[in-house]
């Protein structure tokens, strides 16, 4: 299980695979399958037969999981995709920085 740098509420583009080139917001991580779901991304449709939450039922549309490595982080600063890495300051806080222009990224609310 590895730590990862993005986070549940950040936009990330992703970068291979059907949906290339698409920006969205990080719904969930999975960090133990190494998977995050990506609102608009990866659209997968259920067929439910009806119950008490849904008494009509029917067909429902939901995002299925993408893996990690498909999806690079967006610098809000320059709305550009680029690489992470984790700078330390001298308090012991740590920092996104992105690679492409040495901005910090911030955590999401």
Do not use: C, W
Request: aromatic letters at 2%; hydrophobic letters at 30%; charged letters at 30%.
């Amino acid at each position: 299980m590895a730590k990862h740098k993005i986070m549940r509420g950040d936009q990330v583009k992703v970068i291979r695979g059907n949906y290339r080139d698409m920006v969205g917001s990080v719904l969930e991580v999975y960090p133990q399958t190494d998977r995050i779901r990506v609102e608009g991304v990866n659209m997968r449709k259920r067929h439910t037969r009806p119950s008490e939450q849904n008494p009509d039922g029917g067909i429902i549309s939901f995002e299925g999981a993408i893996h990690i490595s498909n999806v690079m982080l967006v610098d809000p600063a320059s709305d550009e995709a680029s690489r992470v890495r984790i700078r330390v300051e001298e308090d012991g806080s740590k920092e996104r920085i992105s690679v492409k222009n040495g901005n910090p990224i911030p955590k999401p609310q």
